[in-house]
């Protein structure tokens, strides 16, 4: 075929553009893969292999790939396609086994139709009769179904339905849980196939905005404003899709199963860029739920995988998502029917003072000196269902990533049975189920280049005898981990545990590896059962810290296809042929989270939470990187 000329591109890991996005719908239409029952379920950059990236040189040829989900809705088969935007062809269309590959992710269209197929089904329609609840005022909330081996339900497109009660537009549904009863609908045939009505528990009466009574509070006015300002602009400059603050240099992307994505992350030392780490981005998340219940033993999703979270990014705006010098981005992804879709001021970038990053007051030399901390953050938020996540890369001046996860919004509700349930009253009741967050953090590891080393570094202490004769010594332990078996680990708060990623071919002054150590919280992993259905689905979670070798095609911890899959995908077959990974290049992905017991405070809209991680060089540098930073002016200086 006739090549469709240079793409818009000016970069082999920019994203697909609106007119690539079109043509690449063209190109599907063009071979027959478009008919009236497809829809585009995820489209975005098919990212071309990090040799092809490292090589590139600005004005050299770029083939511009995009990576194609197709359903047709009328049979629910779904077909992973690859298209060269270049090159104007289908270089692959695979139609997916989902017995054995398992389901695409769910269509807004598909949850769109859901209390229509309710109100078609007579036992959905007894089961409200028997509660005295008007089946127009139930909103409906379809969720992921899981796979539990239910034979009526193996290669079929289930969710599952629970309900809420909304008496007029102003109620918040959420403050009325319709518990102990859900619907399993079949997506393709449309229609409700079994509806489960364990038990009738009252449904909570009391309102849940949180501006309007019981809840409701005048305004404080004994705050007064706080304005961030940078009279001579903000300190980063942006050439595209590429960053350059202070000492950093990165690149980023978006995709709306992951989100942003930062790239090629380096720190410049006398002129030289440094490698630290070729890719991040949050691969997976999962929240899994604690109630055994017959209606919602089932609850539990992967906000990625099965409902592409990306795609529910939020506006931002200035002064209440983002405060002082912004820069916001747009950006295009493609919608349901192929056709490029902009959501506007979907990423926020902007600088902040940390406080003090170094200082010292010496009795000897007289010396006085405080520098001031200030960090890049680039961030978004999106709202899934009831909650609302903001992730937020930090990038500091002494060479320190952190990634921070914010949770916030409105806690999954349900009937509250009592103390020695699952759940906790919030309100009178009404129950919020113990669950937890967890996200899997994908590193593409380069420190230094791509010939990467982990070790995994504990304190311990040194038993007291000839070498310790007063009782008092510890050192820190240093244990290489050179095979993928080897690298599954579960962090320990009482041994400071982190794990080091150091380069064996490039040395400090000092004769030592150059590193980075990967610092985790080290909250609980995964609670569910190890043989639990979400214990197979969700494996990454069981484990802290997984450290792979790269292969292009392992983007994704719970697998390529999350929904309804049996179990097993991602990082458990990674790993099951127990490569190398002693100085190789390394994928680390880290498991982080929040295991949620509610509080009352969490209601009726719950204060953030946060949870993430830290990279920090561990000898990467000779001496700390950040002692030209110059002195702030008295007046503008606070050592806080």
Same mark, same amino acid.
Request: glycine share 8%; net charge negative; charged share 25%.
């Given at each position: 075929?006739?090549?469709?000329?240079?793409?818009?591109?000016?970069?082999?890991?920019?994203?697909?553009?609106?007119?690539?996005? #079109?043509?690449?719908?063209?190109?599907?239409?063009?071979?027959?893969?478009?008919?009236?029952?497809?829809?585009?379920?995820?489209?975005?950059?098919?990212?071309?292999?990090?040799?092809?990236?490292?090589?590139?040189?600005?004005?050299?040829?770029?083939? #511009?790939?995009?990576?194609?989900?197709?359903?047709?809705?009328?049979?629910?088969?779904?077909?992973?396609?690859?298209?060269?935007?270049?090159?104007?062809?289908?270089?692959?269309?695979?139609?997916?086994?989902?017995?054995?590959?398992?389901?695409?992710?769910?269509?807004?269209?598909?949850?769109?139709?859901?209390?229509?197929?309710?109100?078609?089904?007579?036992?959905?329609?007894?089961?409200?009769?028997?509660?005295?609840?008007?089946?127009?005022?139930?909103?409906?909330?379809?969720?992921?179904?899981?796979?539990?081996?239910?034979?009526?339900?193996?290669?079929?497109?289930?969710? #599952?339905?629970?309900?809420?009660?909304?008496?007029?537009?102003?109620?918040?549904?959420?403050?009325?849980?319709?518990?102990?009863?859900?619907?399993?609908?079949?997506?393709?045939?449309?229609?409700?196939?079994?509806?489960?009505?364990?038990?009738?528990?009252?449904?909570?009466?009391?309102?849940?905005?949180?501006?309007?009574?019981?809840?409701?509070?005048?305004?404080?006015?004994?705050?007064?404003?706080?304005?961030?300002?940078?009279?001579?602009?903000?300190?980063?400059?942006?050439?595209?899709?590429?960053?350059?603050?202070?000492?950093?240099?990165?690149?980023?992307?978006?995709?709306?199963?992951?989100?942003?994505?930062?790239?090629?992350?380096?720190?410049?030392?006398?002129?030289?860029?440094?490698?630290?780490?070729?890719?991040?981005?949050?691969?997976?998340?999962?929240?899994?739920?604690?109630?055994?219940?017959?209606?919602?033993?089932?609850?539990?999703?992967?906000?990625?995988?099965?409902?592409?979270?990306?795609?529910?990014?939020?506006?931002?705006?200035?002064?209440?998502?983002?405060?002082?010098?912004?820069?916001?981005?747009?950006?295009?992804?493609?919608?349901?029917?192929?056709?490029?879709?902009?959501?506007?001021?979907?990423?926020?970038?902007?600088?902040?003072?940390?406080?003090?990053?170094?200082?010292?007051?010496?009795?000897?030399?007289?010396?006085?000196?405080?520098?001031?901390?200030?960090?890049?953050?680039?961030?978004?938020?999106?709202?899934?269902?009831?909650?609302?996540?903001?992730?937020?890369?930090?990038?500091?001046?002494?060479?320190?990533?952190?990634?921070?996860?914010?949770?916030?919004?409105?806690?999954?509700?349900?009937?509250?049975?009592?103390?020695?349930?699952?759940?906790?009253?919030?309100?009178?009741?009404?129950?919020?189920?113990?669950?937890?967050?967890?996200?899997?953090?994908?590193?593409?590891?380069?420190?230094?280049?791509?010939?990467?080393?982990?070790?995994?570094?504990?304190?311990?202490?040194?038993?007291?005898?000839?070498?310790?004769?007063?009782?008092?010594?510890?050192?820190?332990?240093?244990?290489?981990?050179?095979?993928?078996?080897?690298?599954?680990?579960?962090?320990?708060?009482?041994?400071?545990?982190?794990?080091?990623?150091?380069?064996?071919?490039?040395?400090?002054?000092?004769?030592?590896?150059?590193?980075?150590?990967?610092?985790?919280?080290?909250?609980?992993?995964?609670?569910?059962?190890?043989?639990?259905?979400?214990?197979?689905?969700?494996?990454?979670?069981?484990?802290?810290?997984?450290?792979?070798?790269?292969?292009?095609?392992?983007?994704?911890?719970?697998?390529?296809?999350?929904?309804?899959?049996?179990?097993?995908?991602?990082?458990?077959?990674?790993?099951?042929?127990?490569?190398?990974?002693?100085?190789?290049?390394?994928?680390?992905?880290?498991?982080?989270?929040?295991?949620?017991?509610?509080?009352?405070?969490?209601?009726?809209?719950?204060?953030?939470?946060?949870?993430?991680?830290?990279?920090?060089?561990?000898?990467?540098?000779?001496?700390?990187?950040?002692?030209?930073?110059?002195?702030?002016?008295?007046?503008?200086?606070?050592?806080?």
């Amino acid at each position: 075929m006739t090549p469709v000329g240079p793409p818009d591109a000016d970069h082999p890991l920019a994203p697909l553009s609106a007119n690539e996005i #079109r043509s690449a719908r063209r190109i599907l239409v063009d071979n027959g893969l478009v008919g009236e029952d497809t829809r585009f379920v995820y489209m975005a950059l098919a990212e071309p292999h990090k040799t092809t990236v490292l090589a590139y040189t600005r004005g050299a040829h770029i083939e #511009r790939r995009a990576r194609i989900l197709l359903l047709d809705r009328a049979t629910g088969v779904g077909t992973d396609v690859v298209v060269s935007v270049t090159e104007n062809q289908v270089l692959s269309a695979t139609p997916l086994d989902s017995e054995v590959n398992g389901h695409l992710p769910i269509l807004d269209q598909e949850f769109e139709d859901i209390e229509s197929f309710l109100l078609d089904s007579v036992d959905w329609l007894e089961a409200m009769a028997k509660r005295g609840i008007e089946p127009s005022k139930v909103r409906a909330v379809p969720l992921s179904a899981g796979m539990f081996g239910h034979e009526d339900e193996i290669g079929q497109r289930i969710v #599952r339905v629970l309900a809420f009660h909304q008496d007029d537009e102003a109620d918040l549904p959420w403050a009325h849980p319709i518990d102990g009863v859900v619907a399993y609908v079949n997506l393709t045939t449309r229609a409700v196939v079994k509806v489960v009505d364990d038990i009738d528990l009252p449904v909570p009466a009391e309102r849940g905005e949180w501006n309007a009574a019981p809840h409701a509070s005048a305004p404080r006015t004994d705050l007064k404003p706080i304005e961030i300002t940078q009279p001579e602009g903000a300190s980063f400059e942006v050439n595209g899709n590429e960053i350059t603050w202070a000492d950093w240099k990165f690149r980023f992307g978006f995709d709306v199963r992951e989100g942003l994505t930062l790239h090629q992350l380096s720190f410049s030392e006398n002129g030289v860029d440094r490698p630290i780490v070729y890719r991040a981005s949050i691969a997976e998340m999962v929240v899994p739920y604690a109630d055994p219940s017959p209606a919602r033993y089932w609850q539990n999703y992967f906000d990625q995988g099965e409902y592409l979270f990306g795609r529910y990014t939020n506006s931002l705006e200035l002064g209440c998502d983002c405060l002082g010098e912004i820069r916001y981005f747009d950006v295009t992804i493609a919608d349901e029917s192929g056709n490029p879709k902009l959501m506007k001021n979907a990423i926020c970038l902007h600088e902040e003072d940390y406080g003090v990053l170094w200082k010292h007051t010496d009795m000897f030399n007289n010396m006085a000196e405080t520098r001031r901390s200030r960090r890049l953050v680039i961030s978004f938020f999106l709202t899934i269902g009831n909650y609302d996540y903001g992730f937020y890369w930090y990038l500091y001046l002494d060479g320190t990533i952190e990634l921070e996860a914010k949770a916030t919004g409105i806690v999954f509700t349900s009937a509250y049975r009592g103390d020695d349930g699952f759940s906790t009253q919030i309100a009178p009741g009404l129950g919020a189920p113990f669950h937890q967050h967890l996200f899997s953090a994908r590193l593409d590891m380069a420190v230094d280049g791509n010939v990467n080393t982990v070790e995994e570094v504990d304190a311990v202490a040194v038993p007291m005898g000839p070498n310790n004769p007063w009782g008092n010594a510890f050192r820190c332990q240093k244990t290489k981990l050179t095979t993928e078996s080897e690298g599954q680990r579960i962090a320990d708060n009482l041994k400071a545990r982190v794990w080091h990623i150091t380069n064996p071919t490039k040395k400090n002054r000092l004769g030592n590896d150059v590193g980075y150590a990967l610092h985790p919280e080290g909250q609980p992993v995964l609670l569910a059962d190890p043989s639990s259905s979400i214990a197979a689905r969700a494996a990454f979670a069981t484990k802290h810290l997984w450290v792979t070798k790269y292969d292009e095609t392992e983007r994704y911890p719970a697998g390529d296809f999350v929904n309804q899959h049996p179990g097993k995908g991602g990082l458990p077959t990674f790993v099951a042929g127990n490569r190398n990974i002693d100085g190789d290049d390394l994928v680390l992905w880290h498991t982080f989270g929040l295991t949620h017991f509610p509080r009352p405070e969490d209601w009726p809209v719950m204060p953030v939470d946060y949870a993430g991680f830290k990279l920090k060089p561990v000898g990467f540098f000779d001496r700390n990187p950040a002692l030209n930073l110059p002195s702030s002016p008295t007046t503008h200086c606070c050592d806080s």
